[in-house]
């Protein structure tokens, strides 16, 4: 069958729908299409999910899947210079600084910044450390007791260095052996005599002594 077989009673000439022909058209006044706004402009289209400008369901909707905020660590800051307050050779920790309102819970994680300057010996307990406070504890005679991240950080690398230098020397080290080896063979070579060499010398030896006899 083909559509030109088809005839108009089975549908081959289906009647228009004729939109926008008044309220006794069947269509209704707005032809389906509401009361103004976009939708009832020509050419309108919408994205997906689109809800008019209210809040998609998209983003209504809870989200799954990981996220670090449960996991997340939250250090009390501390500054160093606030620590000059404790006397010369005491040891500073998480109680000592609650109890000087220097934080607000000493079971929480505290970090010490290099903000300021301490003048005293001091042994500093802390979660963690800047490098700048570090130092400058030290500076002043003093102990850190926790890690400083950035120290770690710079061993680390000083370690790596270390390491790929040590590779290079051994890789060079065993050119340079490798090339004494080759030296050494070579010298080897050109020092053994040749095969036959001996047989040509009492050739000639022999060739010699002949004619001398013949002479005589």
């Known amino acids: 069958m083909k ?46 999910g689109y809800e008019g400008g209210s809040n998609p369901i998209i983003a209504r909707s809870p989200k799954r899947g990981f996220n670090n905020f449960n996991f997340r660590v939250e250090y009390q800051a501390v500054n160093l210079g606030d620590l000059d307050k404790f006397p010369a050779n005491s040891t500073v920790d998480a109680a000592a600084m609650k109890k000087f309102h220097l934080i607000g819970d000493a079971s929480k994680p505290v970090k010490v910044l290099g903000n300021g300057a301490v003048s005293k010996s001091l042994t500093v307990i802390a979660s963690c450390f800047s490098k700048s406070a570090a130092e400058k504890i030290a500076a002043a005679g003093g102990k850190v007791e926790g890690p400083v991240p ?61 004619t001398e006899s013949d002479k005589a």
Not at 7 to 24: D, M, N, Q
């Open 3 to 48: 559509l030109d077989d088809i005839t108009s009673r089975a549908g081959k000439f289906p009647k228009h729908k004729r939109l926008g022909r008044g309220t006794g058209s069947g269509q209704g006044k707005t032809a389906g299409r509401g009361t103004k706004g976009r939708g009832a402009r020509a050419g309108a289209s919408f994205r997906w």
């Open 150 to 210: 950035m120290l770690a950080k710079e061993a680390a690398a000083a370690k790596k260095a270390e390491a790929a230098a040590a590779k290079k020397a051994a890789e060079e080290a065993k050119k340079a052996a490798e090339a004494a080896a080759k030296a050494l063979e070579a010298e080897s070579k050109a020092a053994k005599p040749k095969k036959g060499g001996g047989k040509d010398e009492a050739k000639e030896a022999k060739q010699s002594k002949k």
